[in-house]
């Protein structure tokens, strides 16, 4: 018989306790980087050149339990995101904190476009920003919770 409390469901299942890496390609890092380094505020917090004919960057903070990796591989064209509803979605509860996160994508250059789900439009608490593979990337002021 399966458990129903969550603690004791974290403990059974290993991947409720990982770190978390979302890892894809791109056509160039450097393209990339002033998006969610400067924009989004990550880090490099690891690198690699020429393993198995790949370029990757590792972009996060020490203290989150994810991590964002891009590749290039040269030669190859991963194209651009398949849709425009392939979104990274950050719950920004702090309205000080999220002005500041609209504020630094805008000195990146990135205005925030429409959305493709107009729910992330609703009330101006949404903006959406796309970097330059097409991906985007979702600022949401307000929590969020599973109800």
Do not use: C
């Not at 290993?14 to 989004?40: D, V, W």
């Not at 690198?47 to 591989?73: C, D, I, K």
């Amino acid at each position: 018989m399966m458990s129903t409390s969550p603690a004791a469901d974290a403990a059974a299942v290993p991947t409720l306790q990982a770190h978390l890496r979302i890892a894809r390609p791109t056509r160039s890092i450097s393209a990339l980087l002033p998006f969610y380094t400067t924009g989004l505020g990550f880090q490099t917090i690891g690198s690699f050149r020429q393993h198995a004919g790949f370029n990757g960057v590792m972009l996060g903070h020490p203290s989150l339990p994810y991590h964002l990796e891009f590749t290039e591989q040269e030669g190859h064209d991963p194209g651009q995101a398949p849709t425009q509803e392939n979104l990274l979605v950050f719950y920004l509860p702090k309205k000080e904190e999220w002005d500041a996160a609209v504020r630094r994508m805008k000195s990146t250059g990135v205005e925030p476009v429409k959305s493709y789900n107009p729910y992330w439009d609703v009330d101006g608490k949404g903006k959406t920003h796309e970097d330059a593979d097409g991906y985007r990337v979702v600022l949401w002021n307000g929590g969020w919770s599973p109800s």
